[in-house]
């Protein structure tokens, strides 16, 4: 069954500290995996889409690692913010489907 | 663009009576997705449409819900007749290119079944 697992399922970081958050899948044939910040009241933002052969993407303070071989990414953020508090939901797609399949989320809080 | 359009962002509403939700997708995506989001299971997959067709319904919960996609520019999902249980935000994303595409969330449909 296809699965997607994240880790740690909620996090509290002082501002300015780094932080790694863990997904873990089984979906296969593997096409695709994003990660995304949901906001409290708002819809989910694309932060990265790292495809098979990427190893690591960056966008901007967020950096998402992928090791298709494990079935693993993690989503590393760099000097933490107020504004970082949010959910990151880890979605992986196959090959064979259009279908995503949604981690349930690891819930960051960023306190001052 | 202007993005995903949801409406109504909240609804409130008593067991029994149908609720419509409407999603007006970003020009030219050829996927709309349909979810489900609740604090217990997270986001759930209910239904999605590849150019207006209903290509997998299986995570519809049961008859009481439906979804059409009568055009490229818009597309309902209703819940008749509603109940408590059906209380949760619901979200329209749209997909340009299933592989490599950025899905597109709307900002999502508060609904709370009384």
């Known amino acids: 069954k296809n699965q997607v697992e994240q880790s740690p399922q909620s996090l509290i970081i002082l501002e300015g500290k780094n932080c790694t958050l863990q997904c873990n899948y089984t979906v296969s044939p593997f096409s695709n995996l994003r990660w995304y910040k949901q906001d409290t009241g708002r819809g989910p933002v694309s932060l990265t889409i790292m495809t098979f052969s990427e190893n690591t993407k960056s966008n901007g303070r967020y950096t998402a690692t992928l090791d298709a071989d494990t079935k693993q990414s993690s989503l590393h953020i760099t000097a933490s913010q107020l504004s970082d508090s949010a959910s990151y939901i880890c979605?992986?797609?196959?090959?064979?489907?259009?279908?995503?399949?949604f981690g349930t989320g690891t819930r960051l809080q960023v306190f001052p | 663009d202007a993005g995903v359009i949801q409406s109504p962002r909240h609804e409130v509403t008593e067991m029994g009576q149908e609720v419509t939700l409407r999603c007006k997708p970003i020009?030219?995506?050829?996927?709309l997705f349909w979810y489900r989001q609740t604090m217990m299971r997270g986001l759930e997959l209910l239904i999605y449409f590849n150019n207006n067709v209903p290509i997998d319904d299986s995570g519809m919960p049961e008859d009481r819900f439906s979804a059409k996609m009568p055009n490229a520019s818009f597309s309902t999902l209703k819940i008749q007749p509603s109940e408590p249980r059906d209380s949760a935000v619901y979200f329209c994303a749209t997909l340009g290119f299933r592989s490599t595409g950025e899905l597109f969330f709307g900002e999502g449909s508060r609904l709370t079944v009384l």
């Open positions: 979605v992986v797609s196959g090959m064979d489907t259009d279908k995503l399949i």
């Open positions: 020009s030219g995506h050829d996927y």
